[in-house]
């Protein structure tokens, strides 16, 4: 069976820190890949996807980056951090090549920059 | 640009009544919709996938509907239990890139 792993679950970082998130997938191939933020009492916004290795499409200019140097490992990336940067964010993935298909998310990081 | 919207944003019941959760989409030209749950602080699960072609799908006590050409969907909850307490969240695809989520509805089902 498939299996999503995201850590760390919880992170306080300070203002102009850098920060790595990473997120695998266990049980599948070339799946595709979201980072997803959730404000608080907001819907879930999609920040990055990705279809394949080193292939990431950005939905919204941002202080963020991702990166997909394995098939199944995303990892979200700062160089600086914003206050804005605060929030709880999920990986997902869903089967690659393939429309119609469930998504299914990892158990999320919730980020405090301070 | 797909907006989705979930009424209500809360809602608190008695445990055993049941109640239907609502959701809205203005582009009705989606692939799938899927429902999902969240507990506090906690990432989602997916409940119920419905695709396009599809009027509805059933999983234990949940009932999902789907009215493409209105831009609704329904989950309904039979004989609630308070252990069903979560934000229940949907979502609407045009393809597996584009997943739109409206805001959810916090459901409470008291003892």
């Known amino acids: 069976s498939q299996t999503i792993h995201q850590w760390p679950a919880t992170l306080v970082q300070p203002v102009g820190s850098p920060l790595s998130l990473e997120c695998t997938v266990e049980?599948?191939?070339?799946?595709?890949l979201y980072w997803y933020r959730q404000a608080a009492g907001r819907g879930l916004q999609l920040l990055f996807y990705?279809?394949?290795?080193?292939?990431i499409s950005s939905e919204v200019p941002q202080n963020l980056s991702a990166s997909r140097p394995q098939d199944r490992q995303f990892i979200l990336s700062s160089k600086k951090l914003l206050l804005s940067d605060s929030g709880f964010y999920l990986c997902?993935?869903?089967?690659?090549?393939?429309?119609?298909?469930?998504?299914?998310f990892g158990q999320g990081t919730r980020l405090t920059v301070v | 640009k797909q907006e989705v919207t979930q009424i209500p944003a809360a809602l608190s019941v008695p445990e055993g009544e049941n109640l239907v959760l609502n959701c809205s989409f203005t582009?009705?030209?989606?692939?799938?919709l899927q429902w999902f749950r969240q507990d506090p602080g906690k990432g989602l699960t997916s409940l119920l996938l419905?695709?396009?072609?599809?009027r509805e799908q059933t999983s234990g006590r949940l009932n999902a509907s789907l009215d493409k050409s209105s831009g609704r969907s329904t989950l309904y909850i039979a004989a609630s239990q308070p252990g069903d307490s979560a934000t229940y969240l949907c979502?609407?695809?045009?393809?597996?890139?584009?997943?739109?989520f409206g805001a959810g509805t916090r459901l409470t089902v008291k003892p």
């Open positions: 997902a993935w869903s089967v690659g090549g393939a429309l119609n298909t469930e998504a299914f």
């Open positions: 049980g599948t191939s070339n799946p595709n």
């Open positions: 990705s279809v394949g290795i080193g292939q």
């Open positions: 582009d009705s030209a989606i692939y799938n």
């Open positions: 419905i695709q396009s072609s599809q």
């Open positions: 979502a609407v695809s045009k393809n597996n890139n584009d997943m739109r």
